[in-house]
């Protein structure tokens, strides 16, 4: 089974919906981080969560929010979708360990908005 | 702020011929450098690493040397398989930001037979 597993693997909706992403780890990692992806552009931080009690804004945060149900879940909201959040989107965990942090990143959430 | 710059892509290849991926960085401290790989369909997934100057990262044939004096970190492999065609990743994270990861834009390798 996989480590990091996002839900659902493609989704397709409307403007103005509201769309929740989930992710769940088995590593038992205390960090967990979201992500997107857009073509040319890298991978940018959305949010990220150091521990359950624990949530910062990324880099492009603006109309996403998140929640950190338990240290296994981080689930991603779009209150209320629009076409330029049409992008593939990525969980990622990490646990701090010699003093390097490598990242597990989960198989993506393919997001279209019509 | 911290940034890391790839050479865009995509890179075409025939099997068995050299690879050099460019990827340079701007950082204000010490960083530790990634390259990720990401196959069709997958997440990212960590190729190799290096945790200070002049340490080599290997894995499955690729390698990359960290070079402070030019701010740079370029993956190289001798002889690539079609297997090798993904989107490789530059990354790095710093000790004083945290140890978040800032990527570079992705390269694109296509390899044929």
């Known amino acids: 089974d996989a480590d990091v597993t996002q839900t659902p693997r493609n989704r397709i909706t409307k403007t103005g919906k509201r769309i929740m992403l989930e992710c769940s780890q088995t590593?038992?990692?205390?960090?967990m981080y979201w992500y997107r992806q857009d073509p040319g552009l890298g991978l940018r931080l959305i949010y990220y969560s150091f521990d359950v009690k624990d949530i910062n804004k990324g880099e492009i945060s603006d109309g996403y929010s998140v929640s950190r149900q338990a240290q296994a879940k981080f689930s991603l909201s779009l209150e209320s979708a629009i076409p330029n959040q049409t992008a593939l989107y990525f969980c990622?965990?990490?646990?701090?360990?010699?003093?390097?942090?490598?990242?597990?990143f989960g198989p993506g959430t393919r997001l279209t908005v019509l | 702020g911290n940034s890391v710059t790839q050479m865009e892509g995509p890179v075409t290849l025939s099997e068995e011929a050299f690879l050099t991926i460019n990827c340079t960085y701007t950082?204000?401290?010490?960083?530790?450098l990634f390259w990720y790989v990401q196959y069709p369909g997958e997440g990212l997934q960590l190729l190799l690493k290096?945790?200070?100057?002049?340490d080599k990262g290997s894995n499955k044939g690729f390698e990359a040397t960290y070079r402070k004096e030019t701010t740079s970190f370029h993956l190289e492999k001798g002889s690539v398989q079609v297997s090798d065609s993904a989107v490789y990743f530059c990354?790095?994270?710093?000790?004083?930001?945290?140890?978040?990861?800032?990527f570079g834009g992705g390269t694109r390798l296509m390899v044929k037979p």
């Open positions: 990354a790095l994270s710093e000790n004083n930001a945290g140890n978040m990861l800032t």
């Open positions: 290096a945790t200070k100057a002049d």
């Open positions: 590593k038992g990692h205390d960090r």
């Open positions: 950082a204000t401290g010490y960083p530790s």
């Open positions: 990622a965990t990490s646990d701090l360990g010699q003093g390097t942090d490598t990242q597990y």
